[in-house]
C-alpha cells in the first residue's frame, strides 16, 4: 500500500481534491492542509512543521501550484517515495517574466492581500467575472487571512530553488494562465489543462495518477 498525500494551491482547502480518486487497493490518500505562519516564518521552517501531517515513511507527495513548491521542499527534509507536481514550477527559471520582474523588484507586496478577507462582501459587486468563477472561489478558497496570503505571496516570489530537483515530476497543462508552458521544462503536457485542471480535469489524473506514482 503506497500512501499518498496531497497538498492544495495557495489558500485553496483540500476539497480541490474531492474528485481524485485512486485504487484503494494499492493507494491511500492523505489530505494536507494550509496552517497559520508564525511571523517572519521562512518556508523551510514552515514545513518543517507541516510535516506533523505526514504520518507514514516514504511516502508519495502531490502538490498543486504553490502546494508543489511545497511538497517540494519537504522533499529536502524528509525521504520521499515519489514526488509529483501539478500546475506548478521546478524552480523560479519557469516563473513568467511578470512574476520575475516581481521578484526582483519586491512589488508583491505592494498588492492589497487585506481585500481578499473579505471576497463574499466585494464579489456582490463583482463586475464582468463569471457567477461560475466567483462560485468556485468561495467553494475552493479557505486559507484567505492577510497575514497567510502575504506570507504565501513572499515565499513564492523569494524561493531559492534555482535548479529542478531531478526526481521530481512535473504534470502542466497547456494552457495554464498562471505558468505558461513556455516557461515549462521537462513535463507531462495535459492537452487543454489548466491552472485548474486537478478539478476541471480530474478525470484524466484518476486515469493516468496511478501509473504515473508507479513510473510505468
Not at 492544495?8 to 481524485?20: K, Q, R, T, W
Not at 506548478?88 to 513568467?96: D, G, L, T, W, Y
Not at 492577510?146 to 523569494?158: E, G, P, Q, T
Request: with cysteine; net charge positive; hydrophobic share 40%.
Amino acid at each position: 500500500m503506497k500512501h499518498v498525500y496531497l497538498m492544495p494551491g495557495m489558500a485553496a482547502s483540500p476539497l480541490i481534491f474531492e474528485y481524485i480518486e485512486l485504487p484503494k487497493d494499492r493507494f491511500e490518500i492523505h489530505l494536507m492542509d494550509w496552517i497559520n505562519p508564525e511571523k517572519k516564518e521562512s518556508l523551510p521552517d514552515y514545513c518543517t512543521r507541516l510535516l506533523e501531517q505526514i504520518k507514514h515513511v516514504n511516502p508519495v507527495l502531490i502538490g498543486v501550484s504553490f502546494g508543489g513548491i511545497i511538497v517540494q521542499e519537504i522533499s529536502k527534509l524528509i525521504a520521499v517515495e515519489k514526488v509529483i507536481i501539478i500546475s506548478s514550477v521546478k524552480c523560479v527559471a519557469e516563473f513568467p517574466r511578470r512574476m520575475r520582474i516581481c521578484r526582483k523588484t519586491q512589488l508583491h507586496r505592494l498588492l492589497p492581500t487585506r481585500l481578499m478577507e473579505n471576497f463574499e462582501g466585494i464579489s456582490k459587486y463583482a463586475v464582468g467575472v463569471a457567477p461560475k468563477k466567483i462560485e468556485l472561489y468561495q467553494k475552493y478558497i479557505h486559507m484567505n487571512n492577510r497575514v497567510y496570503l502575504d506570507w504565501a505571496l513572499d515565499s513564492v516570489m523569494n524561493w531559492s530553488q534555482e535548479e529542478p530537483l531531478d526526481y521530481v515530476i512535473h504534470i502542466h497543462g497547456e494552457k495554464d494562465p498562471i505558468f505558461p508552458i513556455k516557461y515549462i521544462k521537462n513535463c507531462i503536457i495535459v492537452p487543454g489543462g489548466t491552472h485548474v485542471m486537478i478539478i476541471n480535469r480530474f478525470r484524466w489524473f484518476n486515469e493516468n495518477l496511478p501509473e504515473i506514482i508507479d513510473g510505468k
